[in-house]
């Protein structure tokens, strides 16, 4: 197993040189002038060529992907065009707000949703299971944004019951911003989680092992709580450490909608002032944490399942 | 010769029966049938509107008339009727959803046989590109591209298409892993069947029921992420019809409190939305082979 995630890890680096390549060629080859696009529109030559120089793009677009992968390599992602930040300190600042808002509402809905698909199993074929999935799929078919505008507009502006939106820097502060997209995020959520969870624990609920509790004569309550829930577990673990990069990346729109200052809302910001540096630097990261986390969740199969072997 | 085309003959027969069946088992599902229907009916008012059936003009009149028999949904802000809005986005909605979808479901497809068909080296690369592609989270990559291809209709639909085809890829790609070294491709090999034949005649039609679920699937992801690309402004031209463009106006009118724009986009949506989401419930059932002879 040891010799398999070593294996993994090193196959990170081809993976990461095609993440720089692509990234370098959307925005250094084909998205136009930086240089140009940042001056303004009212920009003269010589401005422009100076603002090419200061961002290091009047040297060759080899020289400039080199340099590019120096940075990540060395963990120095240099400075945001716009705001002059590190961006290394960028993220630092970001990711204690972006994790305060995914958190609480992650761990919440995946433990709502997996008993909720429990007991949809449980009652398969009943009006209570039909409506549950056809619950599910009415909610995944209302856009987010409209949870977003419709929510922060009936509880906040008309109830009066949260902020409409701030922010407070303390942690003890902190909550009464976040209560209202803690339960944005938790709805969004409830549509993909409870049916994937449904499938999960459906594949398990048929398997020879519940045919041999049933036929022993085990009540139903019983094979659910203790047989069905603890196999179904594995590939639920799976999914759910698949889905964890969502922590980080956060929820764009719900940060922009609330003044959140987290990741979400500091990439949003990045893609509107073309701030190519702190848009390179969010896709490395993303793409670093997204690998991490796949591999970790193919890891923990093979560690909670022992049939699984990884060669 | 002959040896060659009897072979076909039986293999066309076997397939229209396990497409019969499938379609045999869709009838009898009452939800399905009903969501098919609404989305023909969602079809025909995208035709009709694009043909200039519906709506054929944007008649201006005063803004934010409240909803009247005229204007159901009443007026927008340059005093168009949002009815006739929401009517031309389904077109625009309707469009991005087929060609985005079919632009992935081709990328997918292929990559997927080749790498699941030839294995080695294209495995490896194919393998290579979609881990890259998939690595990289989509609400970045989809914002890059457009940002770069720029706005408009287009580039929204080869935005969505060229970062949506990786799930058919690595599924169509196992797929022909189990595929392509049984029997009946080992048969059509010994008559003589080059690889092109293999896998587009003989392999494709027994893998391509994953096609169209997915299809069904990248249809409904498309239709929703055109939503949130136009309140990023990175959408379709504000000069279009746009179900996005129209939660977008509705942002800045809660307040006044006018819902038209929000009501009438949201309605639209949920209808084509949850249809083909039921649509989509019922065609993967259908398409089951576990589910035959239930």
């Known amino acids: 197993m040891i010799g398999y995630a070593i294996r993994r890890i090193l196959y990170m680096i081809p993976i990461l040189f095609g993440v720089t390549l692509l990234t370098f060629t959307l925005f250094n080859v084909f998205g136009g002038d930086p240089a140009r696009r940042y001056a303004g529109k009212h920009a003269t030559e010589e401005q422009v060529q100076v603002i090419r120089a200061e961002l290091g793009l009047d040297r060759s677009l080899p020289a400039q992907y080199v340099y590019f992968v120096k940075q990540i390599a060395t963990f120095d992602y240099g400075r945001s065009w716009a705001s002059k930040q590190l961006i290394s300190t960028m993220i630092t600042d970001g990711i204690g707000a972006t994790l305060s808002l995914t958190a609480p509402a992650f761990a919440a809905s995946t433990i709502f949703c997996i008993f909720l698909a429990l007991f949809s199993v449980y009652g398969r074929g009943t009006i209570f299971d039909r409506g549950i999935v056809v619950t599910c799929l009415g909610l995944m078919s209302i856009s987010s944004l409209v949870y977003i505008l419709a929510l922060q507009y009936l509880l906040a502006f008309r109830g009066g019951l949260f902020p409409i939106s701030g922010w407070d820097p303390s942690w003890a502060g902190r909550w009464e911003y976040l209560t209202l997209p803690w339960i944005i995020m938790f709805v969004l959520s409830l549509g993909p989680n409870i049916l994937i969870f449904r499938t999960v624990i459906m594949d398990e609920a048929f398997q020879d092992y519940a045919r041999t509790a049933r036929a022993k004569g085990l009540a139903e309550k019983h094979i659910y709580a203790k047989h069905i829930l603890k196999n179904a577990m594995i590939p639920i673990i799976t999914v759910v450490v698949i889905e964890m990069p969502v922590l980080i990346s956060g929820s764009v729109l719900i940060e922009n909608f609330f003044g959140i200052p987290g990741l979400g809302g500091t990439m949003i910001k990045a893609l509107n002032d073309s701030d190519f540096p702190v848009i390179k630097a969010f896709t490395v990261m993303s793409a670093v944490v997204y690998m991490l986390f796949n591999l970790l969740s193919d890891l923990l199969y093979s560690a909670v399942d022992p049939r699984v072997k990884l060669g | ?294």
Request: hydrophobic share 50%; glycine share 10%.
């Open chain 2, 1 to 294: 010769m002959s040896l060659a085309s009897t072979s076909s003959a039986s293999q066309s027969v076997q397939q229209n029966s396990l497409w019969w069946d499938a379609f045999r088992r869709f009838k009898r599902n009452k939800v399905g049938v009903i969501s098919l229907f609404t989305i023909l009916v969602y079809v025909l008012i995208a035709i009709g509107s694009a043909t200039g059936l519906l709506y054929p003009h944007a008649s201006q009149g005063e803004q934010y008339l409240p909803m009247s028999w005229q204007h159901p949904f009443g007026t927008d802000i340059f005093g168009r009727d949002i009815l006739g809005r929401a009517v031309h986005g389904t077109s625009t909605a309707i469009s991005i959803g087929l060609l985005a979808s079919s632009l992935s479901l081709i990328i997918g497809v292929v990559l997927g046989a080749l790498a699941g068909y030839f294995g080695k080296k294209v495995d490896a690369a194919v393998v290579w590109l979609y881990t890259v592609v998939d690595s990289v989270p989509y609400i970045l990559l989809i914002p890059a591209l457009t940002f770069v291809l720029g706005r408009g209709l287009i580039n929204v639909f080869i935005a969505v298409g060229l970062t949506s085809w990786v799930t058919t890829a690595r599924l169509v790609r196992g797929e022909f892993m189990k595929h392509k070294d049984r029997d009946y491709v080992l048969a059509a090999h010994a008559i003589g069947a080059g690889d092109g034949r293999k896998i587009f005649g003989h392999i494709l039609p027994n893998v391509a029921h994953l096609a169209f679920v997915q299809f069904g699937l990248g249809f409904v992801a498309a239709i929703k992420i055109e939503v949130i690309l136009s309140y990023l402004g990175l959408g379709v031209d504000p000069s279009q019809p746009s179900w996005g463009l129209m939660i977008d106006d509705a942002k800045n009118e809660l307040a006044r409190p006018f819902f038209g724009n929000l009501a009438a986009a949201t309605l639209f949506m949920f209808g084509l939305i949850l249809a083909f989401n039921l649509f989509n419930d019922a065609l993967r059932e259908a398409l089951d082979p576990k589910m035959k002879n239930k």
